[in-house]
């Protein structure tokens, strides 16, 4: 089965968060099962720059804002990508520095509706093999507002091919004016609350959800939030609306990348069946990267870590409340890397100044100290308010490392709560709160503190968590069963 997969980022070329994950992991394992993938990406400077040998495709003539844009089709191999690449190479719209979707100073970049209009109207025509170079898919699986408007192109198209798209965060809706809609000449007949249009604007997110033949979101408890007003951002009428299509699907993790045995990134590798000298050298290197020397103290409190970006999602403000409270009554320290609101980023960089030997912040990106904080803390903190699935979480259950988090999506699909019945059971993995407060949040630290101190439980829950599977395999066979209905 031939697969055109269209997203705007992908590990490890380009990567703000768990989308570039599943553009990474998804389409290898649904190539593992047989599929026949072509990965569709744009031409972000940052990306070029990380190609040799490329082949021209073709060239595409659309519609940008202002008349018609040329977009130049780039096919490579890259030693990562078990299939071929197709980079939209279009300089004014892509080959710029930074982060994908945001300028130096974290506000949108001006022209995103036609950058992303421009890259939905070319990957629409690849689908299509306007090119002629004779690869058809049978399916176009596109993610996220960035390519929420691929689905409504091909929606009249004769002999198209089936549209699936996976929405991995609701939060953001690629909202735009009426303005952007009508420079960027999309079809008149869209313009309807039946269509993309959302109190007055346009929606990208929308787009996909309406016009494509099936919409995905990466948890079932995901799939089921945002049909209520809660968790909906508006949308949750339509999503209801249209729940014959909608499907919650969990995503795995890339379990070659995450391996506590192998991973390049560590300084000591350790598995499930003797944990704990090569965990401890792990926790002593991560305190020392802070601080001159991790003495017997340090060693023996609990080190509780957190990556992620810096955003309300992440209920970061609840971690910022529970931090003193914690300093204050045990012995506990911190290690977190973000970056993300700079309002964050200030309040964790000052906690981190008052509490030097305690409290450890790198703001910033850093994919080696993502891996090392997975391996080397004892607890994982993820406490968002909503998370549609979450890769982190599962990261530090293969990692040995708890994790506390809200029973929310993917949260709540993934953890297993460390309560009485489950801890006598033996089928606990981490620590759930279940209700959105700081106050809860604390109590749950505290009941994972305890348990910590209980060495032979502990390591039993360590062991539940690493053998998990979360494989890609079971995910990828749900997908090709979806795109063959
Ligand atoms: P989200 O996609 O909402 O950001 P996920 O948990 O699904 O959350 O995925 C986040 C991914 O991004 C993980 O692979 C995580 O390790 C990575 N990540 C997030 N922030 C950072 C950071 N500051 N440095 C390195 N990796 C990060
Ligand atoms: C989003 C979500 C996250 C999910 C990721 C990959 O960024 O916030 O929960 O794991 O996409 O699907």
Redesign the pocket.
Known sequence: MKILFVASEAYPLV?T?????VAYSLPHALQARGADIRLVLPGYRALLRQLDQVRILGWLDVRGAEGIVSARILETRHPDFAFPLWVIDCPPLFDRPGNPYVNANGQDWPDNAERFAVFARVAALLAQDALDIGWQPAVVHTHDWQTGLVAAFLADQPGRPKTVFTI??LAYGGYFSHGDFVRLQLPGSWWSSEGVEFHGGLSMLKAGIVYADAVTTVSPTYAAEICTPAFGYGLDGLLLSRQYKLHGILNGIDTRIWNPSTDPHLPAHYSMSRILPGKRRNKQALIERFLPRADDDAMQAPLLGL???LVE?KGIDWVLAAIPVLLSETDARFVL???GQAAYEHKLTRLAKQHPGRVFVEI????A??HHIEAGADLFMMPSRF???????M?SLRYGTPPIVFKTGGLADTVIDADAENLAAGNATGFVFDTPEVAAFLQAVRRAFDLYRQPTQWRRLQQNGMRQSFDWADSAGHYLALYST
């Not at 968060?17 to 994950?21: A, W």
């Not at 910033?364 to 994919?367: A, F, K, L, T, V």
């Not at 998370?387 to 979480?393: S, T």
Request: hydrophobic share 20%; charged share 20%.
């Open positions: 990567k968060g768990g989308l570039g994950d991995h965060n990556v992620g970006r999602q890397l973000g970056s910033g990106y850093d994919e100290l993502a998370e549609p699935c979450g890769l982190n979480q990261y």
